[in-house]
């Protein structure tokens, strides 16, 4: 299936690594132009040369997508460089897990800043070339946490179904303009993000990380933890023409994880 991103810009958060690299890495092998950004150097120049040298466009930022002057650059700097932005794909690392009574005012800011105020950071920047232009894809990785919360996740459950809500409701608003506006929620994928995890409940008494990876595994109908390339699928597919008809949708990638009819 031809997905015609040969001439689309997109923005990729978090796209050094993990689904965000895996995302980065789909889009321009589909001929996307891609924008990723990140808080490393390191981790985002080697994703960098590893797109370019399969032939796919990319430029990296060094970005903190909790700061709303970090976003707007990340922006601007993809409009300057390739003139304009037709997709934007938000994503940022998991915030800290812990159970309410084990977190501050602190870190409930902190999470709302790098879940939800990023997430509308972005969308504000974007929107306004996307309705000149009549076209674009919005996607926000969230999680299944969204949709059947994780016992320790508090804050990641909460500003998750933020974001849902956010999104859904812009997707409404923006829909007649040529825009959609999508959430793709993952499972347990193998990522850094799914490895720190395992690591703080193995060393809050819950066995060996493998231990737990392999608790996580059999809870999933499919029996296993699934691949960041299997999850950017999906995303490609969103971020393209062929994805017109699809908006305000939270679509899960769980291998069967979630137990609700809807």
């Not at 870190?107 to 974007?126: G, I, K, N, P, Q």
């Not at 017109?244 to 609700?260: C, E, R």
Request: one cysteine or more.
């Amino acid at each position: 299936m031809d997905l015609n991103l040969r001439n689309r810009t997109a923005i990729v958060a978090a796209g050094s690594k993990g689904l965000g690299k895996a995302i980065a890495e789909e889009l321009a092998a589909e001929g996307a132009a891609v924008v990723i950004c990140a808080r490393g150097r390191e981790a985002l120049d080697a994703t960098c040369a590893e797109i370019t040298g399969r032939g796919g466009r990319a430029h990296a930022v060094v970005a903190d997508v909790s700061r709303v002057s970090d976003v707007d650059r990340v922006v601007a700097e993809a409009t300057r460089t390739f003139g304009r932005v037709d997709i934007l794909v938000t994503n940022s690392g998991g915030p800290r897990s812990g159970k309410f009574d084990t977190l501050s005012a602190e870190d409930w800011d902190a999470a709302t800043r790098v879940l939800l105020t990023s997430a509308v950071t972005f969308a504000r920047a974007v929107l306004p070339g996307m309705r000149e232009r009549r076209w674009g894809r919005i996607i926000n990785i969230t999680s299944i946490a969204a949709k059947q919360p994780v016992d320790g996740l508090m804050l990641s459950n909460s500003l998750r179904a933020a974001v849902t809500a956010f999104a859904r409701t812009l997707a409404n608003e923006v829909a007649a303009e040529g825009i959609t506006v999508n959430n793709l929620m993952p499972g347990y994928t193998r990522t850094e993000r799914v490895v720190e995890l395992s690591e703080q409940m193995a060393g809050s008494g819950g066995g060996t990380p493998a231990e737990v990876v392999a608790k996580w595994a059999a809870q999933i109908p499919m029996g296993r933890i699934g691949e960041p390339r299997e999850f950017a699928a999906l995303a490609a597919f969103l971020a393209s023409g062929r994805a017109s008809y699809i908006t305000g949708q939270s679509i899960a990638v769980d291998g069967g994880w979630i137990k609700g009819l809807l």
